[in-house]
Structure formats: structure tokens, C-alpha cells
């Protein structure tokens, strides 16, 4: 089993639509939570970072995490064409013993105009 | 401008001949790291370095050296590549001081072995 999970879509939504995007994962010691949008070609830029669980808003974006479900989810309101990308989760954990970063493979998303 | 660079962005290459991709940082972070990014499969990362001389193997060194005798630099070295070594690579950086551990990438570097 991978330790983060993520669904590759690809997922096509309409404009304007409410976006889901989520990741599992299985080593409860992550602590920061990060999600990433990748446009073809670039390089991966960082969107939101939460830090335990709850929910992050940041405009149109809200990060959520459920550390006892082990769940993040990214949600986009009033989908823009520009949103088309791929989105990465990922976590971390660092100091101690452990220090590691993980991704999840990358959620494609296409926003139809 | 806080950024990551990296040179080449573009290489194709032969079996065998050796390569190195730099990889510049200016924000002073401690953290330093490469990944390959391939259809399918993610980001794996290579290598990374917790600091200057601190270097440590991530889940796919096989084939790949990096050294960090600077903090702000982190070069991917290929000595011998070979085909499956084809790949987008990017380096990123890090800091850490227990503010978030958020990290920048660079733009990426496509690799072509023939």
C-alpha cells in the first residue's frame, strides 16, 4: 500500500462547478498538509499548507484535513477554466527520527469554459 | 525574487555520458531535494540534503549522485546515464525551522537519454 493515495482522474467539471480533490493516506505521524497545482510544463507551485486538522480558506480554495481518518481534501468554489491543472497533495513530517516528505501521484483537472 | 533554478531545461544526451544539472536556491533554506516526475507514477524522490555535507537517498537514487557542499546549491549528477533515466526532474527547497515545512520547486529540467 502507498502511503498517500490519490485518485488521477482525470476529472472534467463545467465552469463554475464545485470542486473536489482528495488524498488518503497511512502514516499518522504527517503533521503539515500541503496542496500543489501544477500547470503542463511547470514546475509544481504551492497552493494551501494546513497544519493538523480543520479547514484552511484561502479565496476560492479550502483545505481540509481529518487526521483521524487519515483525509485531505482540497475544494475549489466557482471552478475557473485557469484551475485546469493537476493537483498534488502532499505531507510531511520532519525533526526526530522521521523526516519525510511525501506526494500523492497528482489529480488532473480540466474546467470546461 | 525568491526562486529555484535550474540549468540545463532542456537536455537530450547519450547513453553514458555524463551529466550534471544544477540546482540554485536564494532563500537560504537548510533543505534541499530532487525529484523525477513520471506519467503514472508522481514525484519520486532521488535525493535530498538536510543541509551543507547532509545528503541522504530518497526512494529512487539508483544511478543518480548529488553533493551540497554550498547551501545554496545542490547539483544532480548522472554519471553513466542510460535510457530509463528519462524523465522531467525538479529540484526544490525547503526551510526548516519549525515554521511549516513548505516546499519550492524549480522549473524543471526534461531529460532525454537515447
Known amino acids: 500500500q502507498k502511503e498517500v493515495e490519490q485518485d488521477p482522474g482525470p476529472l472534467s467539471v463545467p465552469e463554475g462547478a464545485i470542486v473536489s480533490l482528495n488524498c488518503t493516506y497511512s502514516n499518522s505521524a504527517f503533521q503539515y498538509f500541503m496542496w500543489y497545482r501544477q500547470y503542463s510544463r511547470k514546475g509544481p507551485e504551492l497552493l494551501m499548507y494546513?497544519?493538523?486538522?480543520g479547514n484552511k480558506e484561502d479565496g476560492r480554495f479550502t483545505a481540509q484535513v481529518d487526521k483521524s481518518s487519515k483525509y485531505i481534501s482540497l475544494f475549489i468554489r466557482d471552478s475557473q477554466p485557469s484551475d485546469s491543472a493537476t493537483y498534488l497533495c502532499?505531507?510531511?513530517?520532519?525533526?526526530?527520527?522521521?523526516?519525510?516528505?511525501?506526494f500523492g501521484t497528482g489529480t488532473l483537472l480540466a474546467v470546461q469554459p | 525574487e525568491a526562486q529555484v533554478t535550474q540549468n540545463p531545461r532542456y537536455l537530450i544526451t547519450v547513453t553514458g555520458k555524463k551529466l550534471t544539472v544544477t540546482c540554485s536556491q536564494n532563500?537560504?533554506?537548510?533543505?534541499m531535494s530532487w525529484y523525477r516526475q513520471d506519467p503514472g507514477l508522481g514525484l519520486r524522490q532521488i535525493y535530498y540534503s538536510m543541509n551543507v555535507e547532509v545528503t541522504d537517498k530518497g526512494d529512487v537514487p539508483e544511478g543518480y549522485k548529488v553533493s551540497r557542499k554550498e547551501k545554496r546549491n545542490f547539483p544532480l549528477i548522472l554519471e553513466s546515464p542510460s535510457p530509463n533515466q528519462t524523465s522531467l526532474y525538479f529540484c526544490a527547497s525547503m526551510r526548516l525551522r519549525g515554521q511549516g515545512e513548505l516546499l519550492f520547486f524549480g522549473p524543471g529540467t526534461r531529460l532525454t537519454v537515447l
Open positions: 532563500m537560504n533554506h537548510e533543505y
Open positions: 502532499a505531507m510531511s513530517v520532519f525533526g526526530g527520527a522521521t523526516n519525510k516528505l511525501i
Open positions: 494546513t497544519y493538523s486538522s
